[in-house]
T-cell receptor, first 112, second 114 residues
Framework: DAKTTQPPSMDCAEGRAANLPCNHSTISGNEYVYWYRQIHSQGPQYIIHGLKNNETNEMASLIITEDRKSSTLILPHATLRDTAVYYCIVRRSYSGNTPLVFGKGTRLSVIA | DAEITQSPRHKITETGRQVTLACHQTWNHNNMFWYRQDLGHGLRLIHYSYGVHDTNKGEVSDGYSVSRSNTEDLPLTLESAASSQTSVYFC?????????????FGPGTRLTVL
């Protein structure tokens, strides 16, 4: 699976959009971009994933650049409960049985 | 609703004792995983299973074992607990889907080895 690079920490004002970047310049054609988050002392939580088109669900939006070398997770109206560590993970489609590899992630602090 | 549960949520044990952490999922997922998370570190994979009677070692498997006798459960056993195994343990499961590989995590077990 391709390696990802994320900033170690970010701040966001409550009610504003939180934009979390992720670089994955070595991504290959059959690899998806996944985002998870971990709120303090809880298990990681799946947020969203995509291949090349932008994706949106009830939690967030995922914007993937045309060359697929980077992506941005957008929380449209951040709340204090969104304070967490966010992990960007790149992995291939389910043709191989490889488990998730979590890096250090980005610690997002939502400030009142 | 389907879910994944872990028990106990907190455990204190002594060095040298055998400890078993339970993981149970009701999604009927084929794949199950055990991770550990230490302070200041990300998640590290201990063992995983892709179906009944299948088990595989992860990156930090020494001192741990698992067995998969049914789809719902993947218990993690520490054969002889060591202080270095003090950690938070997370279980996860996922379905065998060719287009996605979303893992769903349990609430975690905080293990302290004295």
């Amino acid at each position: 699976d391709a390696k990802t690079t994320q900033p170690p920490s970010m701040d966001c004002a409550e009610g504003r959009a939180a934009n979390l970047p992720c670089n994955h310049s070595t991504i290959s054609g059959n690899e998806y971009v996944y985002w998870y988050r971990q709120i303090h002392s809880q298990g990681p939580q799946y947020i969203i994933h995509g291949l090349k088109n932008n994706e949106t669900n009830e939690m967030a939006s995922l914007i993937i650049t045309e060359d697929r070398k980077s992506s941005t997770l957008i929380l449209p109206h951040a709340t204090l409960r969104d304070t967490a560590v966010y992990y960007c993970i790149v992995r291939r489609s389910y043709s191989g049985n490889t488990p998730l590899v979590f890096g250090k992630g980005t610690r997002l602090s939502v400030i009142a | 609703d389907a879910e994944i549960t872990q028990s106990p949520r907190h455990k204190i044990t002594e060095t040298g004792r055998q400890v078993t952490l339970a993981c149970h999922q009701t999604w009927n997922h084929n794949n199950m995983f055990w991770y550990r998370q230490d302070l200041g570190h990300g998640l590290r994979l201990i063992h995983y299973s892709y179906g009944v009677h299948d088990t595989n070692k992860g990156e930090v498997s020494d001192g741990y074992s698992v067995s998969r006798s049914n789809t719902e459960d993947l218990p993690l056993t520490l054969e002889s607990a060591a202080s270095s195994q003090t950690s938070v343990y997370f279980c996860a499961s996922s379905d065998r889907n060719p287009y996605t590989d979303t893992q769903y995590f349990g609430p975690g077990t905080r293990l302290t080895v004295l």
